[in-house]
């Protein structure tokens, strides 16, 4: 083998091993920042234009999500405080069927807003609208919700009224549409529930992608409620 060859084997080797050594590097400092870092938390009123979700190429931003994240947060709030008055914190951290109740309960304010953006677009495709009935117990939901939250909280969720409200109508023509579409399958609503058998087979048909590195970093448990730091 003549010097040259030689030369250029021995480069490439280098070369090679050089490539290695940068891609062990970095898989190395990801580890390490995963394990050794600290997660770095939205801002959650600041981050309200941040896309947390595409459901059949529609994005949902955090402000979208706002409602179900209230909703979620109040609802484990009320259990955390029946379970323990003087620190509701513990019951948020319990671990329970595989999962925390945190997690558990902040994944279904994504798999409810997912669901609910499914049959609010099936809704519009068919041109449905509520009727007189239906607007008045939409407007007396609208009015206990945003009710039901103080004054810090508004402002800790960072949306307004309208910005509630117009999620509130959009869950409802998806709950109207919901109960339509079920009696076409002949089966029962609660089969299409974000629970339901027969809604994880329809989901199958739609493009949902969860935008982890937004989602991730959402304060689940600590926008509508604050807690003591743990």
Known sequence: MSILKTFGVFKDLELRFTTELLMITVVL???????????????FPESLDQIAVMVDG????LQDLAFYIAFEEMKVEKDAYVYNPENTLEYWNIYS????????????????????????????????????????RLS???????HDLEEEQREWLGVSQEVLNESLRKLALAEKYQSIYAQMQDVSME????????YKALLEEHEVTVLEEVWDCVPFGYITVHHKKE
């Open 140 to 146: 007396n939901s609208q009015y206990d919700f945003w």
């Open 29 to 43: 400092a990801f580890v390490l920042m995963r394990v050794g870092g600290k997660k770095q938390y939205l801002n």
């Open 58 to 61: 529609d994005g949902l931003t």
């Open 191 to 198: 089969d299409y529930s974000f629970e339901g058998e027969e």
């Open 97 to 136: 069927n595989s999962i925390y109740i945190r997690k558990a309960a902040k994944q279904s304010a994504m798999d409810m807003a997912v669901h609910d953006k499914i049959f609010y677009d099936m809704a519009c495709e068919q041109g449905l609208a509520l009727d007189e009935k239906e607007e008045q």
